[in-house]
């Protein structure tokens, strides 16, 4: 007897049906996806995209299974020889089932929630949603805020940009493709290429568990899909909009300063936003369909823009407007069913018109700005500022035989970084030096000479731009051999970041200040180790620039895996991964080269009752993430500053450049070459990594609903970071008998493991030549690198049946440890890998505690409801906890001083002392020091937020038309999310900040957004 599958919904409902879910992912190419199933041994099982006609057959085998894979994301029908037929969805890396067996004499009819059943071919962790989900769900046009919607995900700090934290990890520690190509930016690894949201197919969000194709990440992996065209030629016109007087006016935040409120003219605010504009419309143009019907295939975008944002300052406003364009294009050729060819280029370069405005005068007193007026006054300045740029991606999919297929991928990416022309202001005299004059003003600097301030530097004009590059080779094979399905591959990719260097303005590139004995602010007299006498005047000089240089990395990795079907239930995966880093300094020297640092990956997944409706499974694995290039440039790039003490005899009477009479002390002249690659990197260093084990269970209960339960460990193994504390190096130094070394030989800042002794070079007897040695970590004091998070998350889905369909998630988790990762919260600090964490022990005093990613629970709810044909309806909950609160305060330098200059002690004290408030010791009321500790002062508040959306597609316009208006934060929950943390007033004062933990961040006002789109 024939069966035959019917479903009772339109195909938009089962492409919801099987997007709104949280599913492992099925080993497939990482663009692509796949069908398995059962069916009767020996039969043929056809497969056909329904929108291009690619079509392929496999013949099921004895154990009466099948695996269809590489299949381009789309709508597929599916027969075998026996008449039994079918519908699915396939979404990008994930595994659709289908049974085409006849269970009993009756005729079995499913449901679109079919279409959503549970993948036990994979033990991965993913959630995938589609443009439909896009449409529908009340979600900003952007990769985060879709990937936010994922279990295990919360927003990072809003320091870094609308970023996402996964599984406790720092948000600069995710990796995002498009089309299977990586698009995190090298540099900082805090940002993507931006695509053309409506080109995206769909998107799919890996939180954990993922196979041995995928390093370079501790977090999540986001994959983007583009669009393709079909047999059938689609356009579409869209327009969206966010206009700023539809949205709700923010917070403003003023100080508690008394000092500061007394004065008429002061700072009264620590934030103000009232005055704030923010207005964007895009319009967008699509147009996909065949150059050669079933063949050859063509989808493009093109999305201009009118955005003009407004922002007021303390002393100044800008506005911001742009109107430079972006683009995709997708081209797919067939040249056989199992031959296929893509190419995707994007065009991303964004120019930004911006102004920049000095405040209006005050009426009382003309000479003095005020403050955030929210009016802009006289234009200071124009220019343009430049950044992105181009993506292109080249791929080749085939199967080469019945059982081995093979993928090729060439990928290149260009971004510049924030380039502004032009670079120096109309009018503005670079060759007046900057000088400041302190000599007699108890109100502090006094401006001589004919320099503009605000260009202090100048650009390196033989360094047009500053941009990083990525070029990427990648080639995945696949060999099915009996039970098991073999995977195996290499990627590399060449990673380059074009630094641009400066020089201070002045014909001499010198910058002067000039200084009194005795005059305010100068109690001391003696001046770089001459003692000088009251009333005299001298002068500082400092030359100073930074060289514009090229920095290279390289990451590549090699990998295997197997998939093995044990039996008819239960599915092993064993991978491995070797990973390889190499990062380069501006002469090519490699200071970091890690050879094949092995990952291993452990997993399984059992079908419980055989027919995917039960699953249990479990992956083990290891994650390495690469030194980011922003280390190259901080670490071994060259910038100095010789500092040098003068006596003059009066100066130029239009540039105020001294006369020098004679020199005080003996000048700091800084090396002018890239620093040794065996100095400032240990010479064991090992990359960071992470070890993580998932036990999940999955259910399908009746034909609706899927619920799952699931426990996660992560753990960083070793970490990376730098250590800025020459003074404890030269003590040990010192204790070894090396009493001829110069300090100064040693490295400001040296990238090691903490907890681990370090293994560097240093001239120790000042005679040139660099030696090994292993300086114990008992002079440096740190403690090893400590993060781990602990989750235990339950999800549920409905399909999208009888009109509704339901989604969601809770999570409890606890993310611990004594650094946040690659980035610091606390201190807004984004430098990947050489924070200030571990630059001296005193800064990891009490640092164990809950981190800034910790959200102790964390709701997701969202779902549509169809009200009518025409309207559908959606929203989406999110509630989630409140953050540990912290004191940040000056470290206890003064224990560190000592006599005479360059002692250790002193050494150290130099150090510490330009630190800001960036540790756990606090002064309590009392005015003394104390040390606090992680969470000590409770938690911020809970935030809750919902969104809803209206979508409206009215049948007199033949279904082409479609309204949409999206209403995020509808309650206008303004919760705080970021605050005040210094509890110390200044360095060296024993006040308490009167601003301390006053809120500084809330959560997004309420704001609407309008969309039209019509397709034909």
């Known amino acids: 007897m024939k069966v035959k599958w019917t479903f009772k919904r339109s195909m938009t409902a089962l492409a919801v049906a099987s997007c709104l879910c949280t599913l492992p992912q099925a080993y497939a190419n990482n663009a692509f996806g796949s069908v398995y199933g059962k069916a009767e041994s020996g039969v043929v099982i056809t497969i056909k995209n329904d929108n291009t006609g690619l079509s392929r057959q496999v013949t099921v085998g004895a154990d009466g299974r099948f695996n269809i894979k590489n299949l381009p994301v789309g709508r597929y029908s599916v027969v075998d020889s026996m008449g039994n037929s079918a519908q699915v969805a396939v979404n990008v890396g994930t595994g659709s089932n289908i049974t085409l067996l006849q269970e009993g004499p009756e005729r079995i009819t499913v449901v679109g929630a079919r279409v959503a059943s549970i993948d036990t071919t994979s033990v991965e962790s993913t959630s995938v949603f589609s443009a439909d989900d896009f449409q529908l769900l009340p979600v900003g046009r952007d990769l985060t805020s879709v990937a936010l919607l994922a279990p295990g995900t919360v927003k990072g700090d809003s320091g870094f940009g609308n970023l996402a934290s996964f599984g406790g990890s720092s948000v600069a520690e995710n990796g995002y493709y498009l089309n299977g190509f990586d698009i995190t930016d090298n540099r900082k690894l805090l940002s993507f290429a931006n695509i053309p949201f409506d080109a995206i197919a769909s998107q799919q969000v890996k939180t954990g568990g993922y196979g041995a ?91 201009g823009f009118h955005n003009e944002d407004n922002y007021f300052y303390n002393d100044e406003s800008l506005n911001v407007k742009r109107t430079s364009p972006q ?67 080249a791929k080749y999919t085939g199967a080469i035989t019945d059982d081995f297929s093979l993928s090729v991928m060439l990928g290149d990416l260009k971004s510049v970084n924030d380039k502004d022309s032009p670079e120096v202001p109309d009018g503005v005299d670079t060759s007046c030096n900057r000088i400041w004059d302190s000599r007699d003003n108890a109100r502090g600097l006094v401006q001589r000479g004919c320099w503009t301030q605000g260009t202090v530097s100048i650009l390196d004009p033989d360094t047009p731009e500053e941009y990083s590059t990525r070029t990427a080779i990648r080639i995945d094979g696949e060999y099915q051999l009996g039970d098991h399905a073999i995977r195996f591959g ?129 992956s083990l694995g290891r994650y390495f993430i690469p030194v980011p290039g922003n280390t190259n440039e901080r670490l071994s790039g060259v910038s100095y500053r010789d500092v040098s003490y003068h006596y003059f005899d009066g100066q130029d009477p239009r540039t105020w450049v001294p006369n020098i009479t004679g020199d005080i002390g003996q000048a700091n002249v800084e090396n002018k070459q890239s620093p040794n690659p065996g100095s400032i990197v240990a010479q064991d260093l090992r990359p960071m990594f992470q070890d993580e084990f998932i036990l999940g269970y999955q259910q399908q209960i009746d034909d609706d609903w899927t619920v799952g339960i699931k426990g996660i460990y992560r753990k960083i193994q070793n970490g990376m970071d730098d250590f800025c504390s020459p003074g404890d190096i030269y003590q040990w130094a010192l204790d070894q008998g090396y009493t001829d070394m110069d300090w100064h030989d040693i490295p400001t800042c040296i990238v090691l493991n903490p907890g681990e002794d370090l293994d560097f070079q240093v001239d120790t007897n000042n005679d040139d030549t660099l030696e090994d040695v292993v ?46 990762g690659y980035v610091n919260s606390g201190l807004g600090q984004d430098d990947p890998g050489i924070t200030q964490d571990f630059d001296h022990r005193l800064f990891q005093e009490n640092t164990y505690g809950y981190t800034p990613n910790d959200r102790r629970h964390a709701f997701k709810v969202y779902g549509s409801y169809e009200v009518t044909p ?66 000590q002062y409770g938690r911020t508040p809970w935030t809750f937020n919902t969104d809803l959306s209206v979508r409206y597609t009215p049948k007199w316009a033949d279904d082409k038309l479609a309204l949409r208006a999206r209403l995020l934060n509808v309650f206008n929950s303004q919760q705080t999310v970021g605050l005040e943390s210094q509890g110390d007033f200044a360095r060296d004062s024993t006040q308490i900040n009167p601003d301390f933990h006053v809120p500084l961040d809330f959560q997004t006002p309420r704001r609407l957004y309008l969309s039209l789109t019509y397709n034909f």
């Open 490 to 618: 290499f990627d590399e990719e060449r990673l380059s970041s074009v630094d641009r260097g400066w020089v201070y303005v002045g014909d001499d590139r010198k910058y002067y200040r000039y200084f009194k004995v005795g005059a305010p602010n100068h109690s001391y007299t003696k001046v770089n180790g001459v003692e000088l006498e009251p009333g005299q005047e001298y002068v500082r000089i400092w030359d100073g620039a930074k060289l514009s240089a090229e920095y290279k990395s390289t990451n590549s990795a090699v990998y295997i895996e197997d998939s093995w079907q044990f039996n008819d239930d239960l599915m092993l995966y064993a991978g491995l991964r070797w990973e390889s880093f190499k990062n380069e300094n501006a002469d090519g020297a490699a200071f970091v080269d890690a050879k094949n640092e092995l990952a291993p990956r452990l997993g399984f997944s059992w079908d419980v009752d055989g027919n995917s409706e039960k699953k249990l499974f479990a």
């Open 775 to 820: 300086v114990p970590n008992s002079y440096l004091g740190l403690p090893e690198y400590d993060r781990d998070y602990k989750a235990l998350e339950l999800s549920f889905n409905r399909g999208f049946i009888d009109g509704w369909n339901l989604g969601g998630s809770y999570v409890w988790s606890k993310s611990q440890g004594n650094v946040e």
């Open 870 to 935: 025409e309207v559908i309806m959606s929203v989406s909950f999110n509630a989630t906890s409140g953050q540990a609160k912290n004191c940040l305060g000056y470290v206890p330098y003064e224990q560190f001083e000592g006599y005479p200059s360059n002692t250790p002690e002193d050494i150290t004290y130099d150090r510490l002392a330009r630190y800001s408030a960036s540790s756990f010791y606090c002064r309590n009321e009392n005015g003394e020091r104390e040390l606090t500790s992680k969470g």
């Open 327 to 393: 683009g995709l294009v997708k081209l797919d050729w067939y040249l056989t069913d199992d031959h296929i060819f893509e190419f995707t280029g994007v065009y991303n370069k964004k120019i930004e018109d911006r102004i920049i405005y000095d405040n209006p005068h005050s009426i009382e007193d003309p000479d003095y700005r005020l403050t955030y007026t929210g009016q802009h006054g006289e234009v200071r300045r124009e220019f343009e500022r430049e950044s992105g740029g181009h993506i292109a991606i």
């Open 213 to 303: 194709e995928y390093g370079r990440s501790l977090g999540g992996v986001v994959n983007q899909v583009t669009k393709s065209g079909t047999n059938e030629w689609q356009f579409s016109a869209s327009i969206h909009t966010n206009l700023d007087a539809l949205r709700a006016e923010p917070k403003d935040v003023k100080t508690r300063n008394e000092d500061t409120l007394a004065d008429p003219y002061g700072d009264h605010y620590l934030k103000y936003r009232k005055a704030n504009t923010y207005d964007a419309t895009s319009y967008v143009l699509t147009a996909g369909g065949p150059l050669i019907e079933d063949k050859l295939f063509v989808f493009a975008t093109y999305e």
